[in-house]
């Protein structure tokens, strides 16, 4: 079982990598390009947040990181350098996967799994252990950390930054669920759930630390002891502030940042996010 294999490997750590142990390694990394190797995935069953974690998994990309050497990447003739680890190279893309690349200095790291019809506007990156599913688009600037998790049909906007969490091993890394829009110049970090149909607005920051207030249902959303930040299905979430109450801060009029859910999606928003798809 390639699972068994996996941390068998990671807690050897051998001086010097055999034949074999590299071929586990390349069938590792082959399922995770093709989706078949996971670092989350959905289990509403054993999960009370929906999503279990795969810490083999991250076991087995960091077994990349230290198995590979420091090799020189770079085309031929070409100016510019790339030396990074040998196990991760850039991840080819064929025509046959329906996935649009389009020039401009965009790059998926190898073990990185794009969907069907995913579409990435220059220059935008997708890192190791990384999913990305069918109809989805990562626009210019935007990065989809290691380990991140994107469902269908979403839509991460200029500048959008979908946090990596790869250590520690069971720790959940960010999860952004069907059909969500993250607009522009948004951070989604810290295994942050964003739940399908949320809205994003343009500089909504999204940490464990950071409490989400929603107006609509009187209630604020928290990350509480393991369970992580979660943003409900279909809710619109806005950067907002509020003043803070007591001592120097208050005397000196300061307020903190404060992310709001305003609204939970209409027609009208559904009119405006049905734009995106145009683009695709």
Not at 229 to 247: F, M, N, T, W
């Amino acid at each position: 079982m390639l699972e068994s294999r996996i941390d068998a490997l990671f807690e050897r750590n051998p001086e010097a990598y055999s034949h074999q142990d590299l071929e586990t390694f390349r069938e590792f990394k082959e399922g995770l390009n093709t989706g078949r190797v996971r670092a989350a995935e959905p289990d509403p069953l054993s999960s009370a947040h929906g999503w279990r974690v795969n810490a083999w998994v991250k076991r087995g990309i960091l077994l990349g990181f230290r198995m590979g050497k420091s090799v020189d990447m770079s085309d031929s003739g070409s100016r510019f350098r790339f030396i990074d680890k040998s196990t991760y190279p850039p991840r080819d893309v064929t025509v046959r996967e329906s996935v649009r690349v389009v020039p401009g200095g965009s790059s998926l790291r190898d073990g990185c799994y794009v969907g069907r019809s995913v579409t990435c506007m220059p220059p935008m990156y997708i890192n190791v252990g990384a999913y990305v599913d069918d109809g989805s688009m990562v626009d210019s600037h935007a990065l989809v950390g290691s380990c991140a998790q994107v469902g269908k049909n979403c839509h991460l906007s200029a500048a959008a930054q979908i946090g990596g969490v790869l250590e520690p091993v069971g720790a959940l890394p960010v999860i952004i669920e069907d059909n969500v829009l993250v607009g522009g110049n948004s951070g989604v970090y810290e295994g942050t759930i964003v739940r399908r149909s949320a809205v994003l607005g343009a500089g909504t920051v999204l940490t464990r630390s950071t409490p989400v207030y929603d107006i609509v249902r009187n209630t604020v959303h928290r990350a509480r002891g393991d369970a992580p930040l979660v943003i409900p299905e279909g809710a619109v979430v806005v950067p907002g502030s509020r003043p803070i109450s007591h001592g120097p801060g208050r005397d000196m009029g300061l307020s903190l940042y404060a992310p709001v859910i305003v609204k939970y999606r209409d027609e009208k928003t559904e009119s405006r996010v049905e734009l995106e798809s145009l683009l695709r």
